[in-house]
Structures are given as C-alpha cells and as structure tokens.
C-alpha cells in the first residue's frame, strides 16, 4: 500500500532516504539482493529530487550525476531478456515515488530544472 | 621571452604531440581511455532526466562498448524537458475523479496511464470496468496535449544551441573524439539539428553523423525511422512537413510490450515502439546508426582524454588563457604547458577558443588533492563572457561562465573551479569531485 500523506517527504522511519512504502514495494517486488540494492539506489535519488531546491543549480546537477550512476547500476544488476526488464524497474520506481500530485509535480520541476544539462553512462561499478 | 615566442615554442610542442599517432593518447595507468565515437542521445517529447539515462542505456545495449571497427563508443545524452508537461498533471488529476473517483489519487498511474494503459492499468480496469473509461479519457486527451506542446516547437525550431552545458561539451568532444554520431528521438529532433549544425563549424561534416528516430522536425541531417501507426509525429502533418513513414508497426492490439514491458498506444514510445526487438524498427535503427558510424571519416584529435578535463570558449576574438594549480602548485598555462599531473594541449590566442587542459590517466602521474581551474584575459578580450566546462570519465561535473574584466596578461582573475581528485584507500579506485 502506498503512503499518500506526510507531503512530499512522506516517512522514512529507517532514514535510508527512501519512503518507508517505497522500501516496502521493492522488497515484495525484487528477490535477489544486488536487485533491490540497485531499485533502492534509484529511488534514493529520486527522492531527493524531489525535495532539492530546483533553482539550487549545483545540486540539480549532482543529482543528474546521481541518476547516471543509479540507473547504470540498475542496468548492470538487471538483464533485459529476463522476466523484469532494467528499463522496467526504472519506471516502476520513478511511478511509485511520485505517488502523489505533490510528488508528481515536484518530481516534473526537477526534470524540468535538467532541462540543458548532460549525461554520460559512467564507468566502472556504479553501485552504491 | 615574449608571449609571441613562447606562443611559437608551446605550439612546436603541440604540434609534435599531434603528430604522434592517437594510439599514442592510449593512456597507461588505466584511470581512463581515449573515445573513437561519442555517442550522444537526444531525448523525446515528456521525457523525464532519469527516463533519457535509462533510454540511453538502451543503445548501449544495442549497440555495443566497441564498434566493428573497434572504435571505442562513450554514450552521452543531451537532455531536453518539453515545456507544458506539468499541465497535464492537472488534467489527471480531474480523470482520476471521474467514475466516483475510484482512482482518485492514485498518480503512479501518471507514466503509463499517459501512454494508454501497461500492466498495472490491466489489473485495474479487469476488477472494475469503469476505470477503463477512465483510463480512455486520459489517453485520449494526453494525445491532444503532446501535440500542443510538441506543435511548439515544431512550428518555430530552435536556431542555434540554446543550452551552455550541452554547447561545452559538444566543444570538448569535436577536439577529443575522432567521431561524433548523435542519435535523437520525437522533440529531440529539434535540439540535433542545431547541435549538428554547431558541431559541424568546428569540425569537418564528414566526422559526423545523424539519424533521426520519429522526428518531430521538418528538417533532418541524416537518414530516418518513422512507424506508420506513430500518431504523435504523423499526427504533426497538418501543421507542416514531416518526412516520409519508412516502417509499419502493428496495431495496439497486437503491440508487443517494449524494452519497459509496457506498449504505446500512439505508437512513439522509445522504448516501447522504436527499440522493441520485437520490432523491424530497432533492426532498422540498429543498421542505420552503425551503418553510419562506419561511414564517418575521423577528424583529428587535438585533445587527450583526461582523468578530468577543462575546456575554455570565450564569446569572440580576443586571447583569453586557461591556467591550470595543480595539488603540488604546479601552474600550467600557456607559457608552461607541461604540468606535475596535467598537461595544456589546445592553446588559442584569437578567438573563441577552445583551450583544453587534461590531467593523466596514468595513476603514477595523477596527483590526488585539489586542482584550481583558473581564466584569464592575457589581452583584447575586455567583456568577454569566458565559459569553462570540467569533466571527468563519467560525464561533466559543471559548467560556469565568467564577464571578463580589463586584461591582466599572466594572472588568472577568476578562479571558477576546484576539483577534488581523491583515491579510496580500501578499494583503490580514483575519483574526482567539484569542491565549493
């Protein structure tokens, strides 16, 4: 069941930087531990996305930085032939953190704050 | 000795460097290694940041680390966010009210439900049937909003590189990679045309290549892929010239699911239309752009590969100096391009730019501590705007811009970054971080 009080935040009761709901959804939803590791690693950076100041131009680029490392690590821990596809998780994740209109429209300004940077598909083990 | 003098004597060393073959720039010390393709993806219309790096990933996949050839592909994605998006999220709102509200709230549907359902909409609208109302409501108007915001810019295409971060980095790797092949989907279109055209004033055409996937632009660089039943592209007709369909896709009721497990109603998806492998189109893509890449004649380098590097460009003539502090205090610049860790191995005393200062990829020469990346105007660039872009092996880490004052010759007078590089003691691994 997902949290859909709290406000943008919502509870994060074990401080892992992820909502408590979220942390619930990829335990159901992925076995292996690398797996949940690399789901939980995306969706520690989207939330902060959605908490970062979006006029704060440093920390929206850290954040894009951030993305490049999580999703490569989704993309090294997943294999796209197999029953839950990397470009999968990505979406499920993203969709579940931005539950809310408050967290949908937050979650859009950072987009939008993106809006002209770069990226570049890291090197060596991104994992956190 | 003058600054003409040395200008002569650092270019001789230049010059010399150039001559050795790029294999040469094959650093040791494994911290990094030279590009022979920089890949650089252009993201559709609602894309979101984190959604372009996943499609990014995509062509990685597709396309491989190495080319047939075997050139080495970095990936880079040059991302654009599509203005108006977050209107529709108010039009959501209202259909989930709809029906009694029974999915009212409820906006992890916002991706999928805009894209005409998916897996977790399938369980929905099979328990209650009138969600499916619901959910052909949003569908239906999430078209008409696309094509309002993607009309926008279709009618009136951007002219010239609007993004200073994008700018640098296509200004970094027309001198640091011998082939450039960018890769743009629906409303990234737009944004190729104008990066083409800027890439192709620094450095040859024949070095760079473009395909366009579903564009959304009249104009195109390069060869095409555009699906039949793509409504949001074919649904552009009316307002202007769209090329030509090349490829049928099946239906919405036989669509298989994507690269996300999830189909497209109006037939655009990246993921879920163009680089499905259930479908001809990401065959045709494949073909096209390594087809391309093939064809492309490489330029000549004139810039190393770094651990971490720095680009200088300035907004017109004048001579405006790079000048580099490396950890031990080593100053690198014109008059001293060599360095403890680093090197200056672009040098312009005209205009514009570039200037490039790059530090080893060799871990017996990269000195870990902070670096200074410094600007200078040497002379004749009064009110310049000087621009600096830093990047490591994983992307660029930021870009600044600075209004130059009157000229100061040797002396930097802005310092606009301070790069950390640092060594984990336990696994060995080198990293370099922007400081405040």
């Given at each position: 069941m997902?949290?859909?009080t709290?406000?943008?935040a ?6 892992n930087g992820?909502?408590?709901d ?20 995306v ?7 959605l ?7 440093p920390a929206?680029k ?6 490049d ?18 470009g ?5 994740i993203?969709?579940v ?13 950072f987009?939008k ?7 570049t598909?890291p090197?060596?083990d991104?994992?956190e | ?16 460097i ?7 720039q094959?650093t040791?010390g ?5 590009s ?17 790096k ?5 062509f990685?996949?597709?396309?491989g680390?190495?080319?047939?050839q ?16 977050e ?5 959501f ?12 709230g409820?906006?992890e549907?916002?991706?999928?439900g805009?894209?005409?359902?998916g ?15 619901i ?16 009309k ?6 951007p ?9 640098l980095?296509i ?5 640091e ?11 990234g279109?737009l ?7 800027y890439?192709v ?8 290549g ?15 892929i ?9 649904g ?11 490829t ?5 009721p036989?669509q ?12 655009h998806g990246?993921l879920?239309i ?15 752009v390594?087809?391309?890449?093939a064809?492309?004649v ?8 770094g ?8 907004d017109?003539?004048?001579?405006v100096d ?10 690198v610049?014109?008059?001293?391009l ?13 205009a514009?730019?570039?200037?490039h200062y790059?530090a ?8 870990t501590g902070?670096y200074?990346?410094a ?6 660039a009064?009110s310049?705007i ?10 660029v ?8 004052g009157?000229?100061?010759e040797?002396v ?7 790069i950390v ?7 060995g ?8």
């Amino acid at each position: 069941m997902l949290d859909r009080t709290n406000g943008i935040a919502g509870v994060d009761a074990d401080k892992n930087g992820v909502r408590d709901d979220v942390d619930a959804y990829i335990s159901t939803r992925y076995s292996a531990a690398p797996q949940k590791a690399a789901a939980l690693q995306v969706a520690r950076t989207i939330q902060k996305e959605l908490l970062v100041s979006k006029t704060d131009k440093p920390a929206i680029k850290l954040l894009t930085l951030a993305e490049d490392r999580a999703v490569n690590c989704v993309y090294s821990k997943f294999d796209r032939n197999s029953s839950i596809k990397p470009g999968a998780v990505v979406q499920d994740i993203e969709s579940v953190t931005t539950n809310t209109e408050e967290r949908l429209l937050a979650y859009l300004a950072f987009s939008k704050a993106a809006d002209g940077t770069t990226g570049t598909i890291p090197e060596g083990d991104t994992c956190e | 000795m003058s600054k003409l003098l040395q200008r002569f004597t650092a270019a001789l060393i230049i010059f010399s460097i150039l001559l050795a073959p790029v294999a040469a720039q094959t650093t040791t010390g494994g911290l990094c290694t030279p590009s022979g393709v920089a890949f650089g993806f252009f993201n559709g219309v609602e894309t979101t940041s984190i959604q372009a790096k996943r499609n990014l990933q995509e062509f990685k996949i597709m396309h491989g680390v190495t080319t047939a050839q075997g050139e080495r592909i970095k990936y880079h994605v040059f991302y654009n966010y599509t203005n108006g998006y977050e209107d529709f999220v108010e039009t959501f709102r209202q259909r989930l009210e709809e029906q009694g509200g029974l999915l009212r709230g409820k906006f992890e549907l916002f991706f999928t439900g805009n894209k005409g359902g998916g897996s977790w909409w399938s369980s929905i609208t099979q328990s209650v049937a009138e969600t499916g109302q619901i959910l052909t409501a949003i569908t239906d108007q999430h078209q008409a909003s696309l094509l309002v915001n993607l009309k926008r810019d279709f009618q009136n295409p951007p002219t010239g590189l609007k993004y200073e971060e994008q700018r640098l980095l296509i200004d970094s790797l027309v001198i640091e990679v011998p082939k450039l092949m960018f890769v743009a989907h629906s409303q990234g279109n737009l944004f190729v045309n104008a990066a083409y055209d800027y890439a192709v004033s620094k450095t040859p055409a024949s070095s760079v290549g473009v395909v366009h996937i579903a564009p959304a632009s009249a104009r195109t660089t390069g060869s095409h892929i555009l699906a039949n039943l793509d409504f949001v592209i074919n649904g552009l007709r009316p307002f202007g010239t769209v090329p030509p369909i090349t490829t049928a896709i099946p239906g919405y009721p036989l669509q298989p699911p994507g690269l996300n497990s999830e189909t497209d109603i109006l037939g655009h998806g990246l993921l879920e239309i163009y680089l499905n492998p259930a479908l001809t189109t990401a065959e045709e893509i494949r073909i096209a752009v390594n087809t391309k890449i093939a064809a492309l004649v490489p330029s000549a380098v004139r810039a190393a590969t770094g651990f971490f590097t720095a680009t200088l460009t300035w907004d017109g003539p004048g001579d405006v100096d790079l000048h580099a502090f490396e950890p031990n205090g080593t100053h690198v610049f014109y008059s001293q391009l060599q360095g403890t860790s680093g090197y200056l191995d672009v040098d312009n005393t005209v205009a514009s730019g570039p200037e490039h200062y790059y530090a080893s990829c060799d871990a017996s020469k990269l000195l870990t501590g902070t670096y200074q990346i410094a600007v200078a105007n040497y002379d004749g660039a009064d009110s310049r705007i000087a621009t600096v872009q830093v990047s490591s092996v994983n992307g660029v880490l930021g870009t600044k811009s600075v209004t130059l004052g009157a000229f100061t010759e040797d002396v930097p007078s802005a310092t606009l970054f301070k790069i950390v590089v640092s060594k984990d003691a336990q696994t060995g691994v080198y990293s370099a971080a922007l400081s405040p």
